[in-house]
T-cell receptor
Framework: QKEVEQDPGPLSVPEGAIVSLNCTYS??????FMWYRQYSRKGPELLMYTYSSGNKEDGRFTAQVDKSSKYISLFIRDSQPSDSATYLC??????????FGTGTRLTIIP | EAQVTQNPRYLITVTGKKLTVTCSQNMNHEYMSWYRQDPGLGLRQIYYSMNVEVTDKGDVPEGYKVSRKEKRNFPLILESPSPNQTSLYFC????????????FGPGTRLTVL
């Protein structure tokens, strides 16, 4: 069993819809939870960064962490074609080593 | 502009021919790391460095070498490449006190024939 599980998709939704992306993990020692966005032929870029449980909002993006269920989510409101990318969840114990999910490929249909 | 650069961006080589992929960052970051990205396997860490002259193995270090002689540079060396090292490689860097905020380079697509 992988430490971090992420549905690879692909996921296609119409423009304006709310998108929900999720990851589950097995190691309760993870303390930091990140979402990275990767456009085709580009390196990943940090989108959201949270510590421990709770919610964090940044514009149209909301990250949720539920440590009791070992489950994290990223919500995208009012989705735009420019949101089409692969989204990678990542987790850390608190040092620099990140453990990544395999990524979910998202397409927003105009 | 703050950035991580990698060279070359694309490389086709043959089995056994030594190669080096360079990585440089201009953000004065202590931490640097190399990843490979493969379909269905995601990003896996090869080696990382906490600071100059300090390197350590990641999850998939076999067949790779690194060095950190200067803070800004972290080259990845394949002494004798094999076809199973065909992959997309990313270099990343971060401040030591912000472990999750890694900045990634644009990637190097390596094909070993």
């Amino acid at each position: 069993q992988k430490e971090v599980e992420q549905d690879p998709g692909p996921l296609s939704v119409p423009e304006g819809a709310i998108v929900s992306l999720n990851c589950t993990y097995s190691n309760s020692a993870f303390q930091y939870f990140m979402w990275y966005r990767q456009y085709s032929r580009k390196g990943p870029e940090l989108l959201m960064y949270t510590y421990s449980s709770g919610n964090k909002e940044d514009g149209r993006f909301t990250a949720q962490v539920d440590k009791s269920s070992k489950y994290i989510s990223l919500f995208i409101r009012d989705s735009q074609p420019s949101d089409s990318a692969t989204y990678l969840c990542a987790m850390s114990y608190g040092n620099e080593k990140l453990t990544f999910g395999t990524g979910t490929r998202l397409t927003i249909i105009p | 502009e703050a950035q991580v650069t990698q060279n070359p961006r694309y490389l086709i080589t043959v089995t056994g021919k030594k190669l080096t992929v360079t990585c440089s960052q201009n953000m004065n970051h202590e931490y640097m790391s190399w990843y490979r990205q493969d379909p269905g396997l995601g990003l896996r860490q090869i080696y990382y460095s906490m600071n100059v002259e300090v390197t350590d193995k990641g999850d998939v270090p076999e067949g790779y070498k690194v060095s950190r002689k200067e803070k800004r540079n972290f080259p990845l060396i394949l002494e004798s490449p094999s076809p199973n090292q065909t992959s997309l490689y990313f270099c990343a860097s971060s401040l030591r006190d912000k472990p999750g905020e890694q900045f990634f380079g644009p990637g190097t697509r390596l094909t070993v024939l």
